[in-house]
């Protein structure tokens, strides 16, 4: 007797309780059609079917900086993607939290940190086509080859992969009508050439698996006129420099031994004071190799002055002449010699 009036009571309060709620939250929902979907976030659209295709797609919106020094890269991006999920057809129109539908979070294999800028959201069209549109920023590391420095052309890539499906599950497609770059960029040192997007599938041996990977690539080229001023030019003025004492009389070996002594600490200080402008490698650059060749020509002069000083000394004044006059065009014909072969990368 106790147990039928026990259900009862529950049939009364479904009645009264629970029918009012469950007609209240469809008429929520029939008001607010972009209420959150209540489905399994970590399944994918079709978990037994084909790998969900994803076609993304990366613009460049600013490039702000290539740091050789510090091998890194700083730029602005946005970001688009576009699958199909069949589950969110009811919601076309929508906008909603990625939190609250699958999505195909994306991870950056430089070291570096994205700073995403507008709200993380997505727009559901027709049939569950979602798209996913973001602008972020950062700065990222990358390996430069600045053996040619500073006659370079750098590509600079960045390697993206999705952070949580296997190639087997998650494939990307290539959008090439949104990849691109703006018309104007906030950097004055280099010249941009181009950008490009690629495909590939990478083995990832601490996840023990196979992801799909999108590479972008930056080229630039880098501008000449900051080093040929600044640098170039003043270490040729200092070689030139040190050619003067070939026109002194070498019986004032003193003042020749003394202007070769000064070039020589000219140089070294140059060099000390554009120091923190080179990249520190563990291997010679173009520009590392002009340096060390003119700083060498500037002690081969001192190394010069310093005979014919010998030469005047033991009464070899007629020697010492031809050899100031043999001097004049040996050094600064093979001063030019030596540079076409560092241009040349013969040396």
Known sequence: MRQTIF?????LFAVLVVTPLAATAQQAQEQNPCA???YRTDVRPDPTGEPTEVLIGMRLVDLLAINDVDQTISLDLSIRMQWTDSRLAAWEGCKLPIGSIWFPKLALKNSGRIFERWPDMVSVGEGGRIIYLQRSSGTFSS?????????????????????DWSAEKLVFMNDTA????????NISDW??????AALREANFEFLDQVRAGYDLTITAKRHLSFYMWKIFLPITMIVMM??????IDPAQYGTQIGLSATTVLTMVAFIFATTSMLPSLGYFTMLDRYIALATLFVFLALLQSLTTSFLVSRK???????????SRFAFPIGFV????????KAI
């Open 316 to 326: 070899h004044v007629e020697q010492a002449k031809t050899l100031d006059i043999v």
């Open 191 to 196: 010249q941009f050439l181009g950008i490009k």
């Open 7 to 11: 259900s009862l009571l529950c049939c």
């Open 242 to 247: 040190s050619w003067s004492v070939f026109w």
């Open 178 to 185: 949104f990849t691109g770059a703006s018309e104007v960029l």
């Open 36 to 38: 959150l979907p209540s």
């Open 337 to 344: 010699a030596i540079c076409w072969l560092v241009y040349s």
């Open 143 to 163: 390996y430069h080859k600045l053996g040619e420095f500073p006659f370079d052309t750098q590509n600079i890539s960045l390697h993206f992969f999705p952070l």
